[in-house]
């Protein structure tokens, strides 16, 4: 008979106390994402160890009666003590909240794990988070098949857009547009970002006054494409919530 106790490793995206004083959590894993609760862990050694950012390794048990999966044992296998750097923190948090709206329980995804932890250690070590952030974001998009369409505007078709879409986050041609065009940079990076390598991009930065506009457009993209994202939605950068 197979053991209903499994061994994982993986990321803390999110976690939650009940007012009981049980510790529930949802990791990131190479295979896939786990959700799962520490009976009672508030008051033991578990508290410590399961939290946000932290690389952990889980003994979970699952029986058939209970929904979620028990923590039994919990060992901590890597932590990121600069995630707790304000301007690091708020950047980190965005992009668990988006990997775990992006990626489904039991969903096998190697990549999806080596990708979050890199953007993780790249927010964590980088001296510019945001742009980190930026990055992968649109990188963890592409990974889960949203792709913004750029050869195209969003609206018409007609090609090689160049301006803002403020509904969906897309670009919209000079006919359709009520915006002025995307500073060439911001285009660039729109048009690449997902298929680049990571290195590349990094070493092209958008410059700082450009980045709310793509904030926005992110915001926008991923409320209308992933959907359900509303605490993700409250982590984006205040100056992308400046309305059009
Ligand atoms: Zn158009």
Request: with cysteine; charged share 20%; proline share 7%.
């Amino acid at each position: 008979m197979r053991s209903r106790s499994t061994n994982r490793s993986g990321i803390v995206i999110r976690r939650r106390v009940t007012p009981a004083g049980d510790i529930i959590v949802t990791l990131l894993t190479p295979q896939g994402k786990v959700k799962a609760i520490a009976r009672g862990g508030v008051r033991g050694p578990l508290a410590s160890r399961l939290n946000l950012f932290h690389h952990v390794g889980v003994q979970v048990y699952q029986t058939p009666q209970a929904d979620l999966a028990t923590v039994q044992q919990a060992v901590l296998e890597g932590a990121l003590p600069r995630l707790a750097e304000p301007g690091r923190y708020a950047f980190a948090h965005l992009m668990a909240e988006l990997a775990d709206a992006l990626f489904q329980e039991g969903e096998f995804s190697e990549q999806a794990f080596e990708l979050f932890a890199g953007a993780l250690r790249g927010i964590s070590h980088q001296p510019d988070p945001e742009w980190v952030a930026l990055v992968m974001s649109y990188k963890l998009l592409g990974l889960a098949g949203f792709v913004q369409q750029t050869a195209r505007c969003a609206r018409c078709g007609a090609p090689h857009p160049e301006h803002p879409d403020p509904l969906g986050g897309q670009l919209l041609c000079w006919a359709c547009a009520s915006l002025p065009a995307y500073p060439q940079a911001s285009l660039d990076f729109l048009r690449n970002v997902v298929r680049r390598s990571v290195r590349v991009s990094m070493e092209a930065p958008v410059p700082g006054d450009e980045r709310p506009a793509l904030w926005q457009a992110l915001e926008r993209f991923v409320t209308v494409q992933v959907g359900n994202v509303q605490s993700w939605r409250q982590l984006v950068p205040q100056a992308a919530a400046v309305s059009t």
